[in-house]
């Protein structure tokens, strides 16, 4: 049963205990919840709250897109979103990163395929899910509304998936009001969680998946890594999927005496700000030159790299082979290099850190790691100088292992460490950062996480709270009322 909005909005002046794994995002909600009454929703109004993460991208550096595989696990950092039914067919949503009262942080949605999508505005991704599931589920049976506030603990555009994270929220949002998943068209194009997650990828490229036919996405070319990580994460477990199409390889345990500390550097890495074309420049490579060896090779399709590699007979001949036909070519050396580093990070790197993982093999998953890092750096020429420079610190520091993740061009770094030690190493970690780069002090952030559950929706441990979260003399007057 949901709870009121006004219930939930003053569970934070009560006493008592919380469950451990909402403590620390308690108050976001409470916030959102607030927000909510602000916009004259009345207080009896029942309300469904979500929790969205963010992810980590251990290793499988812009590997999705071109059929590849990654380590991922969700974080303890994302989005509280809370929803409450309208009885229209508009979606109304307030940004908890605005002031109340800001009307900048309030947009309304209509629920049609024909809505305007704003760029360069903090409501993309919410308008452009709205349309595409518009687009897909609404043509039959019109969708129905949501008020809906969005509250957030990542940092903003780090490289941990906000944008895909926004996605999958709206998916959940309108699933849960329109019963998305019961309807046959949902039933019949996406069968299998696998699917689902390759659908919220092309909510965000804008690409088509089986029937269900795409829209204009938000201007990127990237697969769905960031979405099955975030909805397929579970607790204290890393997980391998390869894509295109998407697939579970692996699941690995990650051992509990180890933490992932995580630093955010500041500097913005928005993928469709003024760094899309160079993002996209990364994967417009490798699909050229997956059609380069597909048309050399007579194949008579368009494959991506890891097809290639397999139709090759897989390994260093297979890489060899492909490298010497993209070196032919006229821009050669910039295809080349793109498979090279796609070649290393996905036949070497995230099986190898994988198995390292398995195995606790720290100083092989170091080592790994290590070569991950550079290899992206050479074949993307996606970093800057904070995110080469907090891998290298973290390791001179005493880091199992450390690299960047995420689309590039700013963002974060992740770097392993013994949970006992965390404490200490995140603040001598942070501290030489701001030696080094003291412009990054009033953006930066640094926090740790282990593996995180993935993409819920949380009210029936928010009931369990408010039951418990009462004052006493509430609990006292029940208890007298029941005798």
């Not at 812009?62 to 974080?75: K, M, P, Q, V």
């Not at 895909?164 to 009001?177: P, T």
């Not at 850190?353 to 890092?373: N, P």
Request: charged fraction near 20%; include cysteine; aromatic fraction near 8%.
């Amino acid at each position: 049963m949901a709870l009121s909005l006004g219930r939930l909005a003053n569970l934070l002046d009560t006493e008592g205990s919380q469950p451990s794994w909402l403590s620390e995002k308690f108050s976001l909600i409470v916030q959102a919840a607030r927000r909510l009454l602000d916009l004259d929703i009345q207080e009896s109004t029942p309300c469904r709250i979500f929790w969205i993460p963010g992810r980590i991208e251990v290793v499988g550096k812009h590997t999705d897109y071109a059929g590849g595989r990654s380590l991922l696990c969700a974080i303890n950092r994302g989005f509280c979103v809370l929803a409450t039914d309208r009885q229209d067919a508009l979606l109304r949503a307030v940004s908890l990163q605005f002031k109340a009262g800001d009307k900048d942080g309030i947009v309304e949605v209509p629920l049609t395929t024909s809505l305007e999508v704003r760029q360069n505005h903090w409501s993309l991704y919410i308008t452009t899910a709205a349309r595409r599931l518009s687009q897909n589920f609404g043509q039959k049976q019109q969708l129905l509304g949501c008020d809906v506030a969005i509250a957030c603990d990542l940092p903003p555009a780090s490289g941990m998936s906000t944008s895909s994270a926004l996605i999958c929220a709206m998916f959940m949002v309108l699933d849960a009001r329109n019963l998305l998943r019961q309807r046959p068209e949902f039933q019949a194009s996406l069968p299998t969680d696998e699917v689902f997650y390759e659908y919220l990828g092309c909510i965000e490229n804008g690409q088509s998946c089986g029937d269900l036919t795409g829209d204009r996405g938000v201007g990127t070319f990237g697969g769905s890594e960031d979405h099955t990580a975030i909805m397929a994460s579970q607790r204290g477990t890393l997980k391998v999927f390869s894509y295109k199409p998407t697939r579970l390889e692996r699941s690995i345990k990650m051992p509990p005496h180890l933490l992932f500390a995580v630093a955010s550097s500041g500097l913005l890495a928005e993928k469709t700000g003024d760094k899309m074309e160079s993002y996209n420049d990364a994967a417009t490579l490798a699909l050229n030159a997956g059609r380069i060896v597909a048309k050399d090779q007579g194949w008579g399709e368009d494959v991506d790299l890891a097809t290639c590699i397999q139709r090759c007979g897989g390994g260093l001949d297979a890489c060899d082979r492909i490298a010497k036909i993209l070196r032919a070519q006229p821009a050669g050396e910039a295809l080349e290099a793109r498979f090279k580093q796609f070649f290393t990070e996905n036949e070497e790197c995230v099986p190898g850190v994988a198995e390292a993982f398995s195995v606790a093999d720290e100083a092989s998953l170091g080592a790994i790691v290590d070569r991950s890092q550079s290899a992206g750096d050479a074949g993307l020429q996606n970093l800057v100088a904070e995110t080469r420079w907090l891998p290298a610190e973290a390791r001179r520091l005493g880091a199992i292992a450390a690299s960047a993740f995420g689309a590039g061009f700013g963002g974060s770094v992740w770097a392993l460490v013994h949970a006992t030690e965390s404490s200490d190493f995140i603040c001598k970690w942070k501290e030489a950062y701001l030696k080094e780069f003291p412009s990054r002090a009033s953006t930066c952030e640094f926090f740790t996480t282990a593996p995180a559950p993935g993409a819920c929706e949380i009210t029936a441990d928010l009931n369990h709270m408010a039951t418990r979260k009462r004052k006493p003399r509430e609990a006292a007057e029940q208890s007298s009322q029941a005798a």
